[in-house]
């Protein structure tokens, strides 16, 4: 058994059986471990393998097919032997030996080996067969089983006198094929095209790959061919009947019929090929095994040719224990399931795993898919997700409570249950209102100025330079160097460290301590050389950490004159301390000199205390240096607390994006953009629109709709909309819309009034008589058109026009209802509107005549009459009007 190789193959049409052949053949039928009776063998940890037949009569067998038709019942093969005979054979008596089918020997003119032999998967009675090389003979011939002489013996008496006299049938009993091709070619594979019942595809001599049409017997010929060395183990593919593949060596051709000028695929492998199939379940699946291996190999193709350049999916499966695999063969109805045989006989039912689909929805439903089945379904209500800290979970929880969108920005920090976040927006609180109540400049144009900003480090500018001032401890006869400066003060008030009489030291010490922030407390009190004070915040937040009474003793130790053995001392403790502020403390009384790395450089120390130390005491260089090294830090690591250095500006885009590759915070992002940067800059720079855009569509896909909509609101609340109306002249063409006018005299946008209103829109709110009346062209100084009721130029107020009582005599109120409604509210405010001369000295006309005049004075006579004001004029305006709900307008009465 060692010089054969073993094969294994599925019944097309039994989904329980299968067989194996070498030098026998074996036939199988698969049951539970509850169904399995002697011979069985596992093959599973579920299946064994029932051993039904053995077929032992015929030897040299170099390739078998299985009838593909339901009907008989009973399974019949052919098998191609080495003489090149193709022999019909069942496992003992069946249904076959009455049709004459089994014992059924189809020979060629001259005997060599059957390489391939293929039942037609449409018609039943037809079977091909590929042969070896002769130089006066064809090597594809195609039989009709119904056509050949039935056999009077039956087929084990015919047997017997085969063995016994070693002859053969006779040439006039012989079967002959009905078509014969390939003239002194060498058929290497050969397989039924799915689509048509005639066509096969062939691999021959080495080197052509041939699609031969069979639909004319008398001049069969071939459709296409290629040039190619990959002729071995030709597929078809079952559900796409263009893709064939087959191989040569270690590669995989895949071609497309339609294409078949070059392969679609190569497919290179590290061994040789010894088989590929493709999977009967599973689209566009092959399967192959390579010579001396264990594992079966999955080429998945993914796209189709149709659709561009195709791209596959490699992987490999070991269907069982480390042996050499000789076959596989796909099960033709169970989806992945194959079966493989070692070289040692060992049989393995294996299912191939699918890769999973996971799919999440955006309301957090997960759901994974295998194969065909759907395998469970996760919802948003799991209690998994308690256990997992997901950031679009946190995010939607957030957006729910309108995180990002108060007006005070500090208290949208409360909402993001985050002690980072909270301190990044009651930083940007902090400095907004430091900003608006003029506390700090407005440097460059930014509603939050970072601290780089302020030392100009971001424009490359040179700051002024510091007074170095040696300033004496309030309790200690020592002094220390502490350096100011404008920039400096300002740095310092960003940090909350600029101390004066409206933000004294002692109401600072006194606010942390309520915050129980004792040792940050006692810190900053050391900082501003108030050793005493600091002792004392020490003792009271005793109670709570019994640490901080001993570190407030061993400063009660500290002076000027402190001996050597008073530092050692501290530098000990300070390595067993794990509060970074207490650490602070020891490492400033400890100091060398003007050292203060230790102080600088710890990462645990809030950036506002970092930065508010070096500003009191570094020099401007190395402050400087710090600065550059403290951002680069903080742009590394993505730390939103960075924002006190860079500000909101350009320079922080790059801290933003580490941030969020670092978290998949878009939420925080995209809200920190909105609420603090520059418009200009947001509605130019195409990273900030990507990361505001991406936020709105996760609340749209969250069905956020009102969150989505006041975001919009904040995004555009300082872009205000275009004018909409203009009027121009209908001589000269030109507007003469005040607004215009007023945009022209630099009254909007050019800083005529706080608000930046129009001259027109100012005058319009303003008490004095003297309004903004505009009765000419100012281009042409031709005449407006006339009020077709009052006859008064256009432009003029109609101050005079007023709205009577309701019943008395003028009364305009259904002309109010046509516009408003019957709504009492809606028309107290029209007649408000008409009283204060707003609408009333609109422009209105008629889009039929050309006549009009001022809205209230049209509304007013449209509410007595049906025709046109102008005397001349039979035009019935109103009626011509679609909004028209005035249920009957008749004219006056005629005096007699």
Request: aromatic share 8%; proline share 5%; hydrophobic share 35%.
């Amino acid at each position: 058994m060692s010089n054969i190789r073993l094969e294994v193959q599925w019944s097309p049409v039994h989904p329980k059986k299968f067989i194996t052949w070498g030098n026998e053949i074996f036939l199988y039928e698969t049951c539970t471990s509850k169904q399995a009776k002697a011979p069985s063998v596992p093959i599973s940890s579920s299946t064994y393998a029932h051993l039904l037949a053995t077929n032992s009569y015929h030897h040299y067998v170099k390739c078998v097919d299985i009838y593909p038709h339901v009907e008989p019942a009973d399974m019949l093969l052919a098998l191609g032997q080495a003489n090149g005979k193709v022999v019909l054979t069942t496992f003992g008596p069946s249904a076959y030996d009455a049709l004459g089918l089994t014992g059924l020997e189809l020979s060629p003119k001259h005997a060599r080996q059957c390489n391939a032999v293929a039942w037609n998967p449409i018609d039943s009675n037809l079977l091909v067969s590929g042969l070896d090389k002769y130089r006066s003979d064809y090597s594809i011939q195609l039989w009709d089983t119904l056509k050949c002489p039935i056999h009077t013996r039956s087929y084990y008496s015919q047997i017997s006198q085969n063995v016994k006299t070693g002859s053969i049938p006779s040439a006039d009993n012989s079967a002959r094929p009905i078509i014969e091709l390939c003239l002194s070619e060498a058929i290497h594979s050969l397989g039924w095209v799915h689509y048509s019942s005639r066509t096969i595809l062939v691999g021959s001599s080495n080197k052509y790959l041939k699609l031969l049409d069979l639909r004319v017997s008398e001049t069969p010929k071939g459709v296409q061919s290629v040039t190619t060395k990959a002729v071995f183990g030709v597929a078809v593919a079952p559900f796409n009947d263009h893709h064939v593949a087959s191989f040569v060596d270690n590669t995989i051709a895949i071609w497309d019929m339609r294409s078949f000028d070059k392969p679609l695929l190569g497919l290179a492998q590290k061994k040789h090929i010894i088989k590929i199939n493709w999977c009967p379940t599973r689209h566009n699946l092959l399967g192959s095994l390579q010579r001396d291996s264990s594992a079966i190999h999955l080429h998945d193709v993914q796209q189709s040719v149709d659709e561009g350049e195709a791209t596959v999916l490699e992987r490999s499966v070991h269907p069982g224990p480390s042996n050499q695999l000789t076959s596989f063969s796909w099960h033709p109805k169970d989806e992945s399931r194959l079966l493989t045989i070692s070289i040692a006989g060992l049989l393995t039912d294996y299912c191939v795993v699918e890769r999973m689909t996971l799919n999440w929805s955006p309301s957090f439903h997960i759901v994974w898919t295998h194969g065909r089945k759907t395998l469970k379904t996760i919802s948003s209500k799991d209690k998994i997700y308690q256990d997992i800290e997901d950031i679009s979970l946190k995010m939607f929880h957030r957006a729910k409570l309108y995180y990002g969108l108060l007006p005070d920005l500090g208290q949208n920090g409360n909402l993001a249950e985050d002690d980072s976040l909270k301190a990044v927006w009651k930083m940007l609180s902090y400095c907004r209102k430091l900003v608006d109540d003029g506390t700090i400049p407005n440097i460059a144009d930014l509603k939050h100025p970072g601290i780089r900003t302020v030392f100009g480090l971001d424009r490359n500018t040179y700051m002024s330079k510091s007074e170095c001032v040696k300033t004496q401890w309030t309790d200690v006869k020592s002094s220390v160097k502490v350096y100011s400066s404008l920039e400096r003060d300002v740095a310092l008030q960003l940090c909350g460290w600029k101390l004066d009489s409206e933000t004294p030291l002692e109401s600072v010490l006194e606010k942390l301590e309520v915050e129980e922030e004792y040792a940050r407390a006692a810190a900053l009190a050391t900082f501003y050389l108030h050793l005493t004070r600091a002792i004392q915040l020490l003792n009271r937040g005793a109670g709570s950490n019994p640490r901080l009474s001993i570190v407030s003793m061993a400063l009660a130790g500290y002076s000027a004159q402190s001996s050597g053995l008073w530092r050692q001392a501290c530098l000990e403790s300070k390595q067993q301390l794990t509060d970074p502020y207490l650490k602070a403390i020891f490492a400033f009384l400890t100091a060398d000199g003007d050292n203060y790395d230790s102080i600088l450089y710890e990462k645990c120390l809030n950036i506002e205390d970092r930065i508010g130390f070096a500003c009191r005491f570094l020099s401007d260089s190395r402050l400087i240096d710090f600065l550059t090294k403290l951002t680069a830090e903080y742009m590394e690591e993505g730390k939103l607390n960075g924002l006190l250095l860079t500000g909101s500006c350009k320079e922080a885009l790059p801290l933003l994006q580490k941030h969020l590759d670092n978290t998949g915070d878009v939420q925080t992002v995209s809200l920190i953009v909105v609420r603090s940067f520059p418009v200009a800059l947001i509605h130019e720079d195409v990273i900030l629109q990507d990361w505001v855009n991406s936020y709105r569509n996760l609340l749209d896909s969250w069905r956020l709709w009102v969150h989505r909509a006041k975001l919009d609101i904040l995004l555009n609340a300082s872009k205000p909309p275009p004018q909409q109306v203009f009027v121009s002249c209908n001589f000269c063409k030109k507007s003469i819309s005040a607004y215009l006018q007023g945009m022209k005299k630099g009254g909007v946008g050019g800083g005529g009034n706080k608000f930046n209103m129009s001259s027109a829109a100012a005058a319009k709110y303003s008490t004095s008589p003297n309004k903004h009346k505009i009765t000419s062209c100012p281009h042409c100084r031709k005449p407006q058109p006339r009020c077709a009721v009052c006859l008064v130029n256009m432009g003029t107020s109609a101050s005079h026009t007023c709205i009577p009582e309701p019943g008395a005599p003028g009364d305009t109120s259904d002309s109010l209802n046509l516009l408003y409604g019957r709504h009492s509210a809606a028309r107290s405010r029209a007649g408000a509107l008409v009283h204060l001369n707003e609408f009333g000295a609109w422009y209105t006309w008629c889009q039929i005549c050309r006549h009009g005049g001022h809205a209230a004075h049209i509304l007013a006579w449209f509410n007595e009459h049906t025709e046109c004001p102008v005397s001349t004029c039979t035009c019935q305006c109103l009626a011509l009007d679609a909004a028209n709900q005035i249920g009957s307008i008749t004219s006056p009465p005629i005096s007699s």
